[in-house]
């Protein structure tokens, strides 16, 4: 993740010849996203004690044995911690992929297929958009109780309408450069333009919209996981807790408010990485 | 065009447009008809008990047909009984549905005007104020509701036991019998709207501000609030009402958490718990329900968007 989002950043510094108040490259929300990120993904190797067994009585005072106390059914809150964040990452990173994939293929062919077809697309596409996000989620936990892959499904649906939009605008742009007329001119084939003109152009467009889903992705994932949709049963998830210990927050504060932090810290971190992401994107390209 | 054929137009296609999203809904929540027999007969039913269930719910016929009958049956005002309980769909929607918009309502009436005047502001200073300003709208926005919501119980209601924790509506009453109950959803829900609108709209007022139109009147010695609500405002409220009517459609969203946070008797609630239940008919006639609600609010936005922008021809 950190990887890949570096190096506009590290270009931006050096081309940036800007007045001062251009903000900065984005270090701080960059190290939080990826400190958060390998908590989520390498936590559950480092939990002390089972996630989903019953350790102790409910609502237990963090001490040597449980860091950060018990929680409402009296299992080990650091564990849960640690094992929560892999679902809600792995979702919602699997959701915007598809998203994204969905939306590149879709915007590519918008902007290359004839006007009408490429219209007609669009309509179909802002006709879902229609539906609030929440909402795909929840009809298609109705029709497919428990499952991982409708739910990464009800996420892409939902945030690929908008990343059709902009990567047919996208494509639109290069389509009527002049190198394009220049190569089809010359008669080079449409899949030839596809691929060594259109695709890598709006690559970094792509990259920057899929980071912005990314926002979206991660608060769908975990908001279906504080309903309760999803995988269910005892495994444990950041936004179920938020759910389980809320009504104890009084009693323990710790089990409600350790995932929620974290949960606010991802998100944060992410929309203004993105945002961040976005405005050196736009700035490199106009 | 005059307005009533915009509008006719407008409602035609969002009755055909809903029509294929109640199909798409009904598609997805009815490819798997052997999970809602589990639902309503039990896991443990024998086969001749699942077969007598899903006859009776006639979720032995083909998908194509059922959809057909739960058409007819729409058309008519009648979309069918859950199958918890067996209510009858339209009465929940009748019940839960003006709590929801009552809920909106006020969320509306509160970000509306603060989000106008936080993007007037914001775009019009820029500086210090308006990166103050757009760097906590961003952070805001990036907060999952339902986090905001549980922050805002454990402190306003938990901590301080100033507020009641759910908004418990008292049985044959409406949610204005006791106004401090609506404090806490409409609080969560304004913080949400108001991200994402001020956002919207420092962008419409910062463009509009920067048009030749708003400098010749600055030029002119038009300064200050006048400047503001003469000449910037005017231009920027086309594109505003949009970013309303795009907030009020993240609002659906939000409202369904909220209402689950709070235990507030709305149609989101009523979503959820029959998402829960597999009660599927209940799903199909909410979440198309909804999708009309959305399709409206639209509407609405494009006939302001339409007015406003008449207005402008004519007027100044």
């Not at chain 2, 055909?16 to 809602?36: E, K, Q, R, Y």
Request: hydrophobic share 55%; with cysteine.
């Amino acid at each position: 993740m950190t990887t890949v989002l570096t190096p506009p950043g590290r270009r931006a510094r050096i081309a940036r010849p800007g007045p001062a108040g251009r903000p900065r490259p984005p270090l701080l929300a960059g190290l939080g996203t990826g400190l958060i990120l390998l908590l989520a993904l390498l936590g559950p190797l480092a939990a002390p004690h089972s996630p989903t067994e019953q350790l102790a009585a409910p609502f237990q005072q963090p001490d040597g044995r449980f860091l950060l106390g018990t929680d409402v059914l009296g299992r080990d809150v650091t564990s849960r911690v640690l094992s929560g964040g892999r679902t809600i990452v792995l979702t919602a990173l699997a959701g915007t992929a598809a998203a994204g994939a969905v939306g590149v293929t879709a915007g590519v062919l918008a902007a290359m297929a004839s006007r009408r077809l490429g219209d007609l697309l669009l309509r179909c596409v802002d006709a879902l958009a229609v539906l609030p996000a929440l909402l795909v989620v929840l009809v298609l936990a109705a029709g497919f109780p428990g499952s991982d892959t409708a739910l990464v499904a009800a996420v892409a649906l939902a945030t690929a309408p908008f990343s059709t939009r902009v990567l047919r605008a996208a494509a639109d742009t290069v389509l009527s450069s002049g190198y394009v007329e220049a190569a089809l001119a010359r008669g080079d084939t449409r899949r030839a333009v596809l691929r060594h003109d259109v695709l890598p152009n709006i690559a970094g467009p792509a990259l920057m919209d899929t980071a912005l889903r990314l926002v979206a992705s991660l608060h769908l994932t975990a908001t279906a996981g504080f309903l309760g949709l999803g995988p269910g049963g005892a495994a444990p998830d950041w936004g179920r807790m938020v759910s389980e210990n809320a009504p104890g927050a009084t009693l323990a504060a710790t089990p409600f408010l350790a995932p929620a932090l974290l949960l606010v810290l991802l998100s944060v971190c992410v929309g203004l990485l993105a945002g961040r992401l976005a405005d050196l994107v736009g700035r490199g390209s106009a | 065009m005059s307005l009533t054929v915009f509008v006719g137009r407008r409602l035609a296609a969002g009755a055909v447009l809903l029509a294929v999203l109640s199909a798409l809904i009904f598609a997805a929540t009815a490819v798997l008809p052997g999970d809602a027999v589990s639902a309503v007969a039990g896991v443990d039913a024998s086969e001749a008990q699942r077969a007598e269930v899903r006859a009776e719910l006639g979720l032995d016929r083909p998908a194509a047909e059922r959809y057909a009958i739960w058409v007819a049956g729409a058309v008519r005002g009648d979309l069918g009984r859950g199958f918890v309980g067996d209510r009858p769909v339209t009465e929940v929607l009748a019940t839960r549905l003006p709590n929801s918009l009552l809920l909106a309502g006020l969320t509306l009436a509160v970000t509306a005007p603060l989000a106008v005047l936080l993007g007037l502001w914001t775009g019009m200073r820029g500086g210090a104020a308006d990166r103050l300003v757009s760097t906590t709208a961003q952070v805001l926005a990036a907060v999952p509701e339902f986090v905001m919501a549980a922050l805002l119980v454990a402190v306003l209601a938990v901590w301080l036991e100033i507020l009641p924790r759910v908004s418990v509506i008292p049985l044959g009453g409406t949610p204005l019998d006791v106004p401090h109950a609506l404090v806490l959803p409409v609080l969560t829900l304004s913080a949400v709207g108001l991200s994402v609108a001020t956002r919207l709209l420092r962008v419409s007022v910062a463009d509009a501000a920067a048009s030749p139109y708003a400098e010749a009147a600055r030029l002119n010695g038009v300064r200050g609030v006048r400047l503001a609500v003469r000449h910037v405002l005017p231009n920027a409220a086309g594109p505003a009402v949009q970013a309303l009517t795009l907030t009020t459609g993240a609002l659906v969203g939000s409202a369904v958490v909220a209402e689950n946070v709070f235990d507030y008797p709305g149609i989101g609630r009523e979503l959820q718990l029959a998402v829960a239940a597999r009660d599927i008919p209940m799903v199909q006639g909410i979440a198309t329900a909804l999708a009309g609600v959305m399709l409206l609010v639209l509407l609405a936005g494009d006939v302001c968007a339409r007015l406003l922008g008449a207005r402008e021809g004519h007027g100044r």
